[in-house]
């Protein structure tokens, strides 16, 4: 029987390739890697490297003895050396690592001739048993390659792989992308400051940076999960970055084929949702929702091939996945969905081919595609005896995700100079249509509010769909890049453009049925006014009206927004890698980023373009000058463009109003009866629908988000197999965007000053924390300006601030066992959360409660909500027997802080129309944590795979467990305290997100 164990050798060469911990380069988000080493000078030396695709490449040996090839398609390559026209040694199965650089030096003796050179096989590097650390790198990075992803139990999405990496956590707030993935915080930023690469694509959601298309999981050659410290070559972030490159065509034909098993009786139970304080028309008592219902099933079926179509020159490599969903739902006791039953069907597509034009010049083609589609149908339900009742109809129709192509040049011009460019496309949709909608019926939302002396005692409401979309609602967006690098001496230099632009198709919503719904509310003190702020958003109390006395109130509330916006991204860069001395790198380099934002009309609101200039500078130091040992060190800026959402709302002039009635009755439908006016129409926002001039959108020469970043570490290894290290981090966020809505303190500013306004915004873009220039109108239409400073907003100076401690420690797989164990102590702390908050669950970019006006800025400073001070990771594989292998991933987090969001000050007032919204709880200041921390929480995910010996090694059986210990944890709990004054909120900390329930995964692998 054939022994399944790897050799020494062979595990050495696999330990290069999949080397984690603490290593990186200055080549992040790249789709290539490089080849370095030194052999023993002597004479005239070069090296020749042949790729399994066929690709050729020869340099010259330097006077010291020294050797380098960049720019390398990834995969498996042979690498020999020659003297004077004649082998002399050789390295085989040398595998290349994204962004890396792969030290493959030749410390034999050389031999004088090819008849006594001495023939090795594998790996061998610069005579020590561990490879070396990448001591061209300055960077923070975490390289999972395809055997990783097949070995280790992980959540089939970019962002579950990249959760391994040490200063990633998950988002409380239950955020996901527009395909259901839940995204992540880097590095104690927002959860949407994160860019997404695929094969060098930038495929980034252009609305609010929420995730991006991603490759079939079977089709990941390597992810790259940048953590810090990249390239001036790259930007757009200040959180992280995924990159992911796919598989491709070599010389050898390979194929395969999976299915995975995701079955409902696998999956526990979740926890159910209860009141904290019980409306008096709630139908079943505290019952709030009964997630222990809900059950989720899938099966997904994917199959590759690759191969020459002309051997040596033209190769292919196709993947395809099709995942199909099943859910049975039960929502909470107000939604107008009670139950449903839906399907998803998640096509994805991944096709690459290579063509090695000759030895001087590559062309790629990638293709890939991302989509999720779904139907159903909707259901009535008994939430008294858990039960569904009747059938309403088909739940709204979906298609989101999309597809992209990408194509890429490189040339080789001399030994010296290269040269590359790529350009693509990408397409997304945002399809989400109601399958059977009344236009004439206005939905009812607060149905627990209802007054139970008219409705019996039992909440009425209807089916009327949530508020509808366009059918051409999507995004789009190209990339275009081009670089040149050229090798001077110890000198590598870089140069070149990074050019994104991106449109967002019929964003928005509408008001469904008659352009409106109705909301439900009660007073506890019906003597209380609503809103007590003078002005058009005064509300009064309802017991000033008929039918007011008892405290009960609705309000008509009207929605109205559909835009097509746009934004221009262009970047350039230089840089130099200068290896100063064999054992000190110093890399140094500058980007200019220009941000420019359009409205629907295609006239620019934001004009970032004079010079954003971002340094970036790293060093490395091998200390013993054999990869042993590695001190880096990093400083740079980063730049964050704007996504578009700002651009449908701020600066598009939406529709977003309430108008408060008393009512003497409830129809059969749930909309009020015998309306009593309390007020006119009110905006919280001045959403009055009204588009802005777009010279008064945004605060004159208002500043890009950015932020600084320092970084000190070093790697070492541990005798034959031990990596060991630490890391500093610390981040600074300079200047941030969000919308400012106090009108009147801009109006008032510009009267005093002797001004006459003649219209106002109903918000406005500004860099909060800081002072800012506001353009307003006369009556005329002339524009004029009026400064307010920090002070006179009112406002906190910008703080978010990051810091951490990183100590790691790897195993190289010895073919016996892997492991990396990591552990990172850090605070994230400030006023501001960056382009989201999770505390309120605000996903939408720049358009959060933050620096609305001064109130919801008092008391802010605390721990954000991303901030997890404790967080220990553990993940790796054992092959304890040659048929069987064990992995497991265990990770444990100390919780976020716990918000409690109030009404205003000691009086609990509500001067800026936001409700139960500000730093304070029953009157007392509560910055954010002042109420204690959520649990910790703990993930233990275990894998075994068995791979038969009559299979060939082809055929593999698999079985993950996620959440062994069935863990359900709080991670996020809500955090308004009032429904209105005087009047708790009936799910005031209620854990409304917990981890996912304990379920299991079963597979079948065939590869050839």
């Known amino acids: 029987m054939k022994h399944q164990f790897l050799n020494r050798r062979t595990a050495l060469a696999l330990a290069l390739a999949t080397c984690l911990g603490g290593v990186g380069t200055a080549y992040a988000q790249s789709t290539t890697g490089n080849l370095n080493g030194s052999v023993p000078a002597n004479g005239n030396q070069t090296i020749v490297v042949e790729s399994t695709n066929g690709l050729h490449r020869e340099t010259s040996v330097d006077d010291r003895g020294r050797y380098s090839l960049t720019q390398l398609p990834l995969g498996t390559y042979t690498v020999t050396l020659m003297r004077d026209g004649t082998v002399v040694d050789t390295r085989k199965n040398v595998q290349l690592r994204v962004g890396a650089?792969?030290?493959?030096?030749?410390?034999?003796?050389?031999?004088?001739?090819a008849t006594d050179a001495t023939a090795l096989s594998g790996v061998t590097v610069t005579g020590t048993a561990m490879p070396p650390i990448d001591v061209t790198s300055v960077d923070s990075r975490t390289v999972i390659t395809s055997e990783q992803l097949a070995k280790l139990p992980l959540g089939r999405s970019a962002e579950a792989v990249a959760r391994l990496a040490p200063g990633v956590v998950n988002n409380g707030g239950g955020f996901t992308s527009d395909t259901g993935r839940p995204l992540a915080s880097f590095g104690g930023a927002a959860s949407n400051e994160n860019a997404y690469y695929v094969n060098g694509f930038n495929t980034t959601d252009p609305l609010n940076a929420a995730g991006g298309l991603q490759l079939p999981y079977g089709a990941i050659d390597q992810q790259e999960v940048y953590t810090g410290g990249y390239s001036a070559k790259y930007g757009r972030s200040d959180g992280g970055v995924i990159n992911q490159v796919g598989k491709r065509g070599t010389n050898e034909w390979h194929f395969g084929a999976q299915i995975l098993w995701e079955p409902n009786w696998a999956r526990a139970s979740g926890p159910n949702i209860h009141y904290v304080n019980t409306p008096s028309s709630a139908p079943a008592g505290d019952l709030y929702q009964p997630k222990s219902q809900n059950d989720k099933w899938s099966t997904t079926v994917s199959a590759y091939a690759g191969g020459p179509l002309i051997k040596d020159k033209l190769f292919f490599f196709v993947a395809t996945e099709f995942e199909k969903q099943g859910y049975r739902n039960v929502n909470a006791v107000d939604n107008s969905t009670p139950a449903s039953t839906n399907t998803y069907k998640n096509p994805r597509w991944y096709a690459k081919l290579d063509w090695n034009i000759n030895d001087s010049n590559i062309l790629e083609f990638t293709d890939v595609g991302d989509k999720r589609s779904g139907s159903g149908t909707r259901y009535g339900y008994n939430y008294v005896d858990m039960s569904r009742t009747n059938t309403i109809g088909p739940v709204n129709d979906t298609k989101v995700g999309g597809d992209f192509w990408n194509a890429k040049y490189t040339g080789y011009i001399t030994d010296n100079l290269t040269i590359s460019a790529q350009y693509g496309k990408m397409s997304v949709k945002n399809y989400d249509q109601a399958g059977n909608y009344d236009p004439t019926l206005a939905r009812v939302d607060g149905s627990g509010n209802q007054n139970p002396a008219l409705n019996g005692g039992s909440a009425i409401k209807n089916t009327q769909v949530a508020d509808i979309s366009s059918p051409g609602?999507?995004?789009?967006?190209?990339?275009?890049?081009?670089?040149?690098?050229y090798v001077l001496g110890d000198h590598t230099l870089s140069a070149g453009i990074d050019?994104?632009?991106?449109?967002?198709?019929?964003?928005?919503?509408?008001?469904?049925g008659p352009g409106y719904s109705w909301s439900y509310g009660f007073s506890k003190d019906p003597n209380e006014e609503i809103n007590s702020?003078?002005?058009?958003?005064?509300?009064?109390?309802?017991?000033?009206?008929?039918?007011?006395?008892?405290?009960?109130?609705?309000?008509?509330?009207?929605?109205?927004?559909?835009?097509?916006?746009?934004?221009?991204q262009k970047a350039q860069y230089i840089e130099d890698k200068w290896q100063i001395s064999d054992r000190w790198l110093l890399s140094a380099g500058l980007r200019n980023d220009q941000?420019?934002?359009?409205?629907?009309?295609?006239?620019?609101?934001?004009?970032q373009t004079r010079p954003q200039w971002a340094p970036r500078l790293g060093a490395a130091w091998d200390v013993n000058g054999d990869g042993s040992f590695k001190v880096y060190a990093n400083a740079g800026r980063y730049y964050l463009g704007l996504p578009l959402n700002p651009a449908t709302g701020a600066a598009a002039g939406y529709i977003a109003t309430q108008q408060y009635y008393t009512y003497s009755?409830?129809?059969?439908?749930?909309?009020?009866?015998g309306l009593t006016q309390m007020s006119g129409v009110v905006s919280g926002n001045n959403s009055y629908g009204i588009p802005p001039d777009p010279r008064t959108v945004a605060g004159k020469n208002l500043k890009a988000e950015n932020q600084d970043e320092y970084i000190l570490g070093f790697d070492k290894t541990l005798g034959d197999n031990w990596t060991y290290g630490t890391k500093l981090t610390y981040r600074k966020l300079n200047a941030v965007i969000d919308d400012f809505c106090d009108i009147d303190l801009v109006k008032n500013k510009a009267e005093a000053e002797g001004h006459t306004v003649g219209s106002t915004n109903s918000c406005y873009l500004v860099n909060g924390g800081h002072s800012n220039t506001f353009t307003l109108l006369d009556p005329a239409g002339n524009a004029f300006t009026t400064d307010l400073s920090r002070k006179e907003m009112g406002m906190p100076a910008t703080r978010r601030k990051y810091y951490s401690v990183e100590l790691f420690m790897e195993h190289q797989f010895d073919g016996v066992w892997y492991g990396k164990f990591d552990y990172v102590y850090s605070r994230s702390y400030g006023n501001t959360e960056g382009q989201s908050r999770t505390d309120s669950r605000q996903n939408g970019a720049?358009?959060?409660?933050?620096w609305d006006n001064s109130y919801v800025m008092n008391y802010a400073n605390g721990p954000l909500g991303n901030d997890h001070p404790h967080v220990f990771k553990a993940y790796g594989y054992w092959q304890f027997a040659p048929e069987w292998q064990l992995s497991s991933n265990f990770q444990i987090a100390s919780g976020a802080p716990e918000v409690c969001l109030g009404y205003y000050g000691p009086g609990q007032t509500d001067p800026a129309l936001y409700g139960s919204a500000y730093h304070w709880c029953d009157g007392q200041p509560s910055p954010p944590g002042d109420k204690g921390r959520l649990p910790w929480t703990y993930q233990w995910d275990l894998g075994l795979t068995y791979r038969p010996t009559w299979g060939g090694d082809r055929l593999a059986f698999s079985a993950n467990v996620f959440n062994v210990t069935n863990q359900q944890r709080a991670v996020f709990r809500y955090p308004t305290e009032w429904q209105s004054r005087g009047t708790p909120h009936p799910l005031y900390r209620a854990p409304l997100i917990t981890q996912d329930p304990r379920y299991g995964r079963l597979s079948v692998t065939y590869d050839f």
Do not use: E
């Open 101 to 113: 650089s792969t030290d493959v030096s030749f410390a034999a003796p050389v031999a004088a001739t």
């Open 473 to 485: 609602r999507g995004n789009k967006s190209n990339n275009l890049r081009f670089d040149v690098q």
């Open 499 to 512: 050019n994104v632009k991106s449109q967002v198709l019929d964003f928005g919503s509408i008001s469904p």
């Open 533 to 568: 702020t003078p002005g058009r958003n005064f509300v009064p109390a309802p017991a000033q009206f008929a039918n007011g006395q008892t405290g009960y109130w609705v309000n008509k509330s009207v929605v109205y927004n559909l835009v097509n916006v746009r934004s221009d």
């Open 595 to 607: 941000f420019t934002d359009y409205n629907q009309f295609s006239q620019p609101f934001i004009k």
């Open 665 to 673: 009755g409830i129809a059969a439908d749930g909309t009020p009866q």
């Open 846 to 850: 720049a358009g959060s409660m933050d």
